[in-house]
């Protein structure tokens, strides 16, 4: 069975672009939460997805924004780019119901210039 | 503020000896309790979970104890083997029907041979 596959895994943009990141969860799985991970802060959680539905949000600004498509693949977009963004951007799935296992993709590590 | 804390940046044990590492919480909302190990260039992988209702939960060499009162869970592991060193991230989500995971900072953990 193929695992979360994350793509692009490297990113290079300078401020005030915006970029869409894009996950494939593992067959079946029909949700699909995205994190940051920066040194100081460790793994922050931006949202969840599940059917197709925003089902929990993180405290992050309205310049970061998601959603999911109906065979559950999820892209997260970032708009207005700022410094502090960068990190590494990791999606997770899992099957859905209730608090199953997360499985993690290898991130997108993302360098905002 | 943060609700879930690693308060050991780094732990070093001995090959074959226990490994403990320990965590606490603030949110009395959290009831679902999750492990994570993490290589460099890899995303996290779940290692153990416990729900609120229990106070340990054991699989194979990994134990997960927690005290709800004192709001703490520790991970135990027993014997500790070099392929353990890793970065093991303690996370806690309240049951919203789906994941809002907040993760703490890490303990890096190093098994000497």
């Known amino acids: 069975k193929a695992g979360v596959t994350q793509t692009p895994r490297y990113l290079i943009k300078t401020r005030g672009q915006q970029v869409t990141l894009s996950c494939s969860p593992i067959s079946g799985h029909r949700s699909v939460s995205w994190y940051q991970q920066t040194p100081g802060q460790g793994l922050q959680f931006l949202f969840e997805?599940?059917?197709?539905?925003?089902?929990n949000k993180g405290n992050f600004p309205g310049r970061f924004s998601g959603r999911q498509f109906s065979n559950s693949r999820s892209e997260m977009n970032v708009s207005t780019l700022e410094l502090g963004d960068s990190a590494l951007y990791l999606c997770?799935?899992?099957?859905?119901?209730?608090?199953?296992?997360?499985?993690f993709g290898p991130g997108t590590r993302l360098t905002v210039l | 503020d943060q609700q879930v804390k690693q308060n050991s940046p780094s732990l070093s044990v001995q090959e074959g000896r226990i490994s403990i590492l320990n965590c606490d919480y603030t949110n009395s909302m959290f009831d679902y309790f999750l492990w994570y190990k993490k290589y460099p260039a890899e995303g996290p992988t779940f290692l153990i979970s416990?729900?609120?209702?229990?106070d340990k939960n054991e699989d194979g060499r990994f134990t997960v104890f927690l005290n709800k009162s004192a709001k703490h869970l520790s991970l135990h592991i027993v014997p500790s083997q070099p392929g353990d060193s890793a970065v093991y991230f303690c996370a806690a989500s309240p049951n919203t029907g789906g994941f809002k995971t907040i993760f703490g900072a890490g303990t890096r953990l190093f098994v000497k041979a």
């Open positions: 997770a799935s899992s099957i859905g119901q209730g608090l199953d296992e997360q499985f």
């Open positions: 997805y599940f059917s197709e539905t925003q089902r």
């Open positions: 416990i729900s609120s209702i229990k």
